[in-house]
């Protein structure tokens, strides 16, 4: 047995000891894309769990150099317009190496406003194209706090680019968020998976 920082606990062969919670990810739902002009998820968002984390597969758009873009409802479905505030940035660098940058986008952010968020910005549609990430959503259910959220992406920019797009923010609401709305600025979802887990 061996202490580490904080007085956790190791058995011998490296691994946490019993009591040590260590979570995991309980995979509630599966969505796949074919022409979809949008995916909803709208059931299966409760108090069950204390965070969602939504994981998304090759996310391919039929228009060329859109945004893949989310929001939240409090009445099932019904309606996507939960007023946000989000802080957005990116990372990229080109297939030529001739440029990269690091750049806060304040035109990609939101302040109190009930649009949809971008998750990834100018996704190429060439068959080779497509945006992957996580998004992971806390306590959707909490009647006293807001609804944070953090997000990240990569995607196949249409110039080809490599870029990762980092998202953060609260749904400034104290409803329950009980669905979540993903599409594209402009044209369908030609292919693509998004898979909804608990974390339990």
Not at 115 to 122: K, S
Not at 159 to 166: A, K, M, P, V
Not at 176 to 183: C, E, L
Request: charge should be negative; glycine fraction near 8%.
């Amino acid at each position: 047995m061996a202490v580490v920082s904080g007085g956790t606990t190791l058995i011998d062969n490296g691994a946490l000891d019993a009591g040590v919670p260590t979570g995991s990810l309980i995979l509630l739902s599966t969505q796949t894309a074919s022409a979809s002009a949008n995916i909803s998820f709208t059931s299966g968002i409760d108090s069950t769990y204390d965070s969602y984390v939504f994981k998304f597969y090759d996310i391919h758009p039929s228009n060329d150099g859109v945004q893949f873009q989310f929001n939240l409802s409090t009445d099932s479905g019904s309606n996507y317009n939960v007023t946000k505030t989000t802080t957005f940035f990116y990372a990229t660098h080109n297939e030529a190496d001739t440029e990269v940058g690091l750049d806060y986008l304040d035109g990609n952010d939101l302040a109190q406003s009930t649009a949809y968020q971008d998750l990834a910005r100018v996704v190429g549609n060439d068959n080779d194209q497509s945006a992957s990430g996580t998004l992971q959503l806390f306590n959707p259910s909490s009647s006293t706090y807001v609804k944070h959220f953090m997000t990240d992406f990569n995607s196949y920019h249409y110039t080809n680019w490599s870029n990762r797009w980092f998202c953060a923010g609260y749904g400034n609401t104290t409803s329950p968020i009980n669905a979540i709305n993903f599409k594209f600025s402009s044209g369908n979802i030609d292919d693509g998976i998004i898979k909804m887990y608990g974390v339990k």
